[in-house]
Structures are given as structure tokens and as C-alpha cells.
């Protein structure tokens, strides 16, 4: 893992984990800290001896959003151009699970790295949003496009044209987050432990069809779907999970990472 300033990584159980550590502002987002993140994942996806990636934040907040002072100046060219976000894109095409732990804010480019995530579970009194509308921006990293996906059109509008704050509570009636949970570091542990013992190739093709849901139409999905499933029994995890199964015991899956 190449030297990082505003990350900590660590790996501990076939899980990945992914820290945000700008405490001093709030995991403020800025160009080197969200490449720091994109490339941590990257190294976790190629990484056979992980199966799944945990991303949580130190300090007080997961993250309080893009960094401003770093956007104050910019025009619609040199934001073209230097992109702040250019590596972002790149979360999406991580195969791997990726499960957030989130508290504190969540908010504006905080809130898009979340919902880039696969699951999001959330202290109680963790406060997401998107303030952007207040800066005389909006969100640009996705947070219009996964926020309607998630919950619609009307209500996802209603929260970016306001750039009011949600509860934890509100995010989770929403479908929003998984779960609002008080003890948030023992949850995401517990959900990453059992995924780790999971079949590493069957979660990535689930991630990928419940993906290409969200745009394809039921039959193209169906389609893909079958590809996937029929890419399985390639697989020593198929040949081992239901050898165990006729066998009445465990399965163990991975063993070939392992090795």
C-alpha cells in the first residue's frame, strides 16, 4: 500500500479495512484524500486474500464533505480540468463488497462516498445531507443520481433542493442506510466477518447483477444474471458448498486464496 497522509488501512481477516483520518477537519474531502481512499480499495480488490472492505472515519464525523477552501476559486474550466473528484468513478467499478460505518456528519461529498458504498450502517445520531444547494453548488459526485435511485424522484428532491439534514432514523425508514445501530464499529465488524467467510467470487457476481439491476431492464437483468450464476460453477467454492451441504457439514469456502 503506497504511503498515505489522510488514510490508515489495515488488513485483518480476509477484511480490509479503510479508516478516514483528517480528524482535525472533519475527513474533509479533498483531491489527495480521495485518491488515497480510491487506491486503498483498488488494492484491496486485487488483494485474493480479502473478501470484503470496511470503511469507517476517525474522530468526530465519517466525513463533513468536499473541502471548500480547496473549490473557492475555481471556474467552470479548472474544475473541468482538475476535477477534484477525477478518481471517484473509480469506486463504482470495485467488484469486492464494500460495507460503511458511519457517524458524526455525513454530508455533501461525505454522504456521496457512503452511498457509493454497498451497505451503510449508522451511529444514531449520525446527520446526513446535502448542504450544496446553500454553497450555490450542488452535489457532483453522484449524490443526485444514487440519493434518486435509492428513494425517488420527490423525495430525493425534496432533500437536495433544501439541502436539509436527515436523521439516522429517517435515513434508515428510507431505505437509505441498512441499519442505526449504537454500537457501529462491533456491527460493521460482525457483518464484515461473516462476508469473509462467504464465497469470494459468489458475492462479487451478486454485487455485479444487483448492480446492473438498477439499469437494465428485468429481462437484460434475468440475462445477466443467468451469466453470472452459470460462471459460479467454474468455481472450487460451488464444487465445496455443495459437497458440504450432500455431506451435512460446514462448507469452507476460499481455500484456494488461503493457499
Excluded at 480528524?23 to 479533498?30: F, K, P, W
Excluded at 434475468?222 to 460451488?238: I, K, P, S, V, W
Aim: aromatic share 6%; glycine share 8%; hydrophobic share 40%.
Amino acid at each position: 500500500m503506497p504511503t498515505q497522509q489522510y488514510v490508515k488501512t489495515e488488513m485483518v481477516d480476509r477484511i480490509g479495512r479503510i479508516r478516514l483520518d483528517r480528524t482535525a477537519r472533519y475527513n474533509a474531502l479533498n483531491r489527495t484524500m480521495v485518491r488515497e481512499i480510491v487506491e486503498a480499495m483498488e488494492t484491496f480488490d486485487r488483494d485474493e486474500r480479502v473478501t470484503v472492505i470496511v470503511l469507517t472515519g476517525n474522530g468526530k464525523s465519517f466525513s463533513a464533505g468536499a473541502d471548500i477552501e480547496e473549490m473557492l476559486e475555481a471556474t467552470p474550466i479548472s474544475m473541468e480540468l482538475l476535477d477534484p473528484f477525477a478518481d471517484w468513478d473509480r469506486i463504482s467499478r470495485i467488484k469486492k463488497p464494500i460495507i460503511a460505518g458511519v457517524h458524526g456528519f455525513v454530508l455533501g461529498g461525505g454522504f456521496e462516498l457512503a452511498l457509493a458504498c454497498d451497505l451503510i450502517y449508522a451511529d444514531p445520531e449520525t446527520q446526513f445531507g446535502f448542504p450544496e444547494v446553500g454553497l450555490g453548488v450542488m452535489p457532483g459526485t453522484g449524490g443526485t443520481q444514487r440519493l434518486t435511485k435509492c428513494i425517488g424522484r420527490t423525495r430525493a428532491l425534496e432533500w437536495l433542493f433544501t439541502g436539509d439534514r436527515m436523521k439516522a432514523e429517517e435515513a434508515e425508514r428510507l431505505g437509505i442506510i441498512n441499519r442505526v445501530t449504537a454500537d457501529v464499529e462491533a456491527t460493521v465488524l460482525a457483518m464484515a466477518e461473516r462476508l469473509s467467510n462467504q464465497p469470494s467470487m459468489a458475492l462479487r457476481l451478486i454485487k455485479d447483477a444487483a448492480n446492473k439491476a438498477v439499469d437494465l431492464s428485468l429481462q437484460d437483468g434475468m440475462e445477466h444474471e443467468r451469466r453470472n450464476f452459470y460462471l459460479l460453477f467454474a468455481t472450487a467454492d460451488q464444487t465445496e458448498g455443495m459437497q458440504a451441504f450432500l455431506e451435512k457439514r460446514s462448507p469452507i469456502f476460499n481455500q484456494q486464496e488461503q493457499e
